[in-house]
């Protein structure tokens, strides 16, 4: 009588012969690591490009002013960044983001180091924020103006650091399977 046998349908995709030599597993990672890196860097590139940044010390009372050309048809979501690195519980700034008409599309007071808020594109033009020193000592303000970054641009970058961390494992399987199989060459 004929045994049941139970197909198997894994046997096109598992290789039944080992990787002879880890340096091929080596080669393919350091080649997607240098990939992945390739497309973080153009993926920032992509972001940054649309970005406006400027530094300045703000004395008590003193004031900074950034802008950049924006529009809807673009990107609607406009973000601005602010880093003070000497921020204290004590510090004060105000901020004032300007449409194109000089209408204030957002006023807030500042009360945290890095801080960020977005804010809606509704016409073409240039969108400005003023940035004021209300406190009593001076401060190193870093201010960040322009879209939100999203779409192809951020997918670019995710996709490079994820390339980054499978070739990142290929590297660590190599050395694995290297250190093993020089282990069991070296008891015979």
């Known amino acids: 009588m004929d045994q049941f046998q139970i197909p198997n349908f894994n046997s096109g995709l598992i290789s039944l012969t ?35 940044t400027e530094e300045k010390r703000l004395g008590m009372g003193t004031s900074m002013e950034l802008s950049k050309e924006l529009d809807p048809t673009i ?30 599309v957002v006023s807030k007071s500042i009360e945290r180091n890095p801080f ?38 951020m997918t670019i970058s995710i996709f ?5 961390i499978i070739g990142l494992i290929g590297l660590a399987v190599g050395t694995i399977y290297f250190i093993k199989s020089r282990n069991r060459t070296g008891t015979n």
């Open 18 to 52: 080992p990787v002879k030599k880890p340096a091929m597993l080596f080669v393919i990672g350091g080649f997607l690591i240098i990939v992945g890196i390739g497309l973080s860097v153009y993926g920032s590139q992509l972001i940054v490009e649309n970005l406006v």
């Open 75 to 104: 990107n609607e979501n406009g973000v601005y960044v602010l880093q003070i690195p000497d921020f204290k519980e004590e510090s004060s700034l105000q901020t004032y983001v300007y449409d194109p008409s000089d209408q204030v």
């Open 116 to 153: 960020q808020d977005n804010f809606t594109i509704s016409t073409a033009g240039t969108y400005k924020i003023l940035i004021e020193n209300t406190g009593e000592r001076e401060l190193e303000v870093t201010a960040v103006l322009g879209y939100l970054p999203q779409g192809q641009s």
């Open 160 to 164: 490079g650091f994820i390339i980054i």
